[in-house]
C-alpha cells in the first residue's frame, strides 16, 4: 500500500519550491523510517514465530520452515505478481533464485559469524529432496515449453502443499 501511494502520488513533476537539499532530506528520513519499520517488523515476525512455535510445541526448525518462510515469502510473491503483471517475467524466476542463493550463503554466513549454530542431517535429508525436486521440475519445464502456463504453475503450488504437509506430518509423527 505504501509503495502504491507513492507511485500514484508521484507524477514526476518536481515542484521548484523544494530545493535539492529538502527533497534529499525527506528522502533520507523516508528511508530511515522505511528502514526501522522493517527492523521493527523483522523482530514482530521473529519473536511471534518462537512464541507460536512455543504454544504449539513445535520446533524452532519448523516454525522457520512455516511461519518465518511464509512471512519471509509474502514480499516476494508481491514482487513477482506485480513484476508478472507488467510482464517482467525474468523478474520472477530471478527473484526466487537468487533469493534461495542469497538465503543460503548470505544469510547463513552472516549468522554463523554471530553464533555457531548445528545443522541436523535429519532437517537437510527432509528437506534436500524437496529442493531437487523443484529443480527438476524446473529443468523439465525449461526443456518442454520454457514457459510456466497454468498448470506448471498449478503443479508447483500443489508440490508446495505437499511439501508442507509432509514436513507437518514428519515433525508430529
Do not use: Q
Not at 533469493?99 to 552472516?110: A, E, F, K, P, R
Request: with cysteine; proline share 1%.
Amino acid at each position: 500500500m505504501f509503495i502504491y501511494y507513492f507511485i500514484r502520488k508521484g507524477n514526476g513533476n518536481v515542484s521548484s519550491k523544494n530545493t535539492a537539499f529538502e527533497r534529499l532530506s525527506k528522502t533520507a528520513t523516508l528511508m530511515l523510517l522505511g528502514g526501522c519499520a522493517l527492523i521493527l517488523g523483522t523482530f514482530i515476525l521473529v519473536y511471534s514465530a518462537i512464541i507460536m512455535a512455543e504454544i504449539f510445541g513445535l520446533s524452532h526448525f519448523y516454525a522457520g520452515f512455516t511461519i518465518m518462510a511464509l512471512g519471509c515469502v509474502v514480499p516476494e510473491i508481491a514482487v513477482s505478481v506485480a513484476a508478472a503483471i507488467h510482464g517482467e517475467h525474468e523478474i520472477s524466476i530471478s527473484n526466487v533464485l537468487g533469493d534461495n542463493i542469497i538465503t543460503m550463503t548470505l544469510v547463513l554466513g552472516t549468522v554463523g559469524l554471530i553464533r555457531s549454530f548445528r545443522v541436523m542431517l535429519y532437517d537437510i535429508l527432509l528437506t534436500v529432496p524437496s529442493m531437487i525436486l523443484v529443480t527438476f521440475v524446473l529443468y523439465v519445464i525449461s526443456v518442454r515449453s520454457n514457459k510456466i502456463t497454468r498448470t506448471w504453475s498449478l503443479l508447483m503450488l500443489i508440490i508446495a502443499a505437499g511439501i508442507f504437509v509432509i514436513e507437518t506430518f514428519n515433525r508430529f509423527a
